[in-house]
C-alpha cells in the first residue's frame, strides 16, 4: 500500500448505481479514464459497489464496498452517512473525491473535495425541493451541508459557481470551474448512417437526456408539432425513462397527434 500522505480516494459508485445512465456516472467514467491516462500522478484507489459483480471500468486499485440492492435511491444515503467515512479509513487516504452530491461523507482524518453539478432544486424549489419527501428533504439539506464543510469544491460551470456562492454563501475562493468535456472516441463525425436496426430517418431532430420536469419535454414535443406538417424531419429521442415517464412521454405523443413521428430510442 502507498504512502497515505498522497493517497487520494475517488468515489466510483456512481458507476454501479442508476447514475451509470446519466451525468454523473458519465462524468465519473471520464474522470477515471483521464487520470489513468495521466502519466504523473498521486496513488487512487477507487470506491465500488461489489454486490458480487465483476468490477471493471479502470484498473485502479479499488475498495469494494457493499450496499443492499434496496434502497436504491431512497434510505441509501443514510447508510452512506455511517458506513462511507471507515470505508475511506481504510483506504488509508488523505484526500476524498465525492461525486455524486448525495454520498459526500462527513470529514473524518481526511480532506474533502466534492464536485457540484448544480442548484436545481433550491433554484427552482417550487419544482423540486419542496415536493420532495421528508427524507430527500433531508438528504439534500445535508448535501448543501457538506458542500459548505468540504475544503474545497469543483464547479461544472460559471453558473453552478454563481449559484453555491448566492444560495450557499460560499468562498469563490473556494470553487474552481472545470468545465465539462466530451469522449473523443464515442463523439466524432462517421461517413456512415445510423445503423439501421434504430430505424432513425435519414433527416430528425434529435434529443438526447433524462425526463426532469426542467427539460421541459412536453412544451418541446407541442413546438415540434406546431412544425410538424412544414419540416421533412421526424423526431427522435434518447434517454432512459422509467415505467411512469414513459407513460407520459406516449401521452404527450397521443395529445399532440405526434404518432409516427417520434421515435423514442429509450437508452442507447
Known amino acids: 500500500m502507498s504512502d497515505s500522505s ?3 480516494c475517488i468515489d466510483a459508485t ?3 448505481t442508476s447514475h451509470r445512465f446519466r451525468g454523473i456516472g458519465t462524468y465519473t467514467a471520464g474522470l477515471l479514464k483521464g487520470l489513468e491516462g495521466c502519466e504523473q500522478k498521486p496513488p487512487i484507489i477507487q470506491l465500488r459497489i461489489g454486490n458480487g459483480q465483476e468490477i471493471g471500468i479502470s484498473s485502479m486499485e479499488t475498495l469494494k464496498i457493499y450496499r443492499p440492492a434496496w434502497p436504491r435511491t431512497r434510505l441509501r444515503w443514510m447508510l452512506n452517512e455511517v458506513l462511507s467515512p471507515r470505508e475511506i479509513k481504510k483506504t488509508k487516504a488523505m484526500l476524498f473525491h465525492a461525486t455524486d452530491p448525495r454520498s459526500i461523507p462527513k470529514k473524518r482524518g481526511f480532506s474533502l473535495i ?6 436545481i432544486p433550491l ?3 417550487d419544482y423540486y425541493a419542496r415536493f420532495y419527501p421528508w427524507d430527500e428533504r433531508l438528504s439534500y439539506r445535508r ?6 464543510e468540504a475544503d474545497h469544491l469543483i464547479a461544472i460551470s460559471d453558473a453552478t459557481k454563481k449559484d453555491l456562492v448566492h444560495y450557499l454563501d460560499l468562498d469563490p475562493d473556494k470553487i474552481t470551474v472545470i468545465p465539462l468535456a466530451y469522449d473523443a472516441d464515442l463523439f466524432k463525425p462517421v461517413q456512415r448512417p445510423v445503423p439501421p436496426e434504430y430505424g432513425v430517418p435519414e433527416r430528425f431532430f434529435l434529443y438526447v437526456g433524462a425526463h426532469d420536469r426542467r427539460k421541459n419535454i412536453k412544451y418541446m414535443l407541442s413546438a415540434y408539432a ?3 406538417n412544414q419540416v421533412r424531419e421526424k423526431f427522435v429521442f434518447a ?3 422509467t ?3 414513459l407513460k407520459d412521454f406516449n401521452a404527450w405523443i397521443d395529445e399532440f397527434h405526434l404518432n409516427g413521428s417520434v421515435l423514442n430510442l429509450d437508452f442507447v
Open 143 to 148: 448535501s448543501l451541508q457538506r458542500f459548505r
Open 6 to 8: 498522497t493517497r487520494v
Open 226 to 228: 406546431a412544425i410538424e
Open 114 to 119: 466534492a464536485t457540484a453539478y448544480d442548484l
Open 123 to 125: 433554484a427552482f424549489e
Open 14 to 16: 456512481p458507476l454501479d
Open 239 to 241: 434517454g432512459k425513462l
Open 243 to 245: 415505467p411512469r415517464e
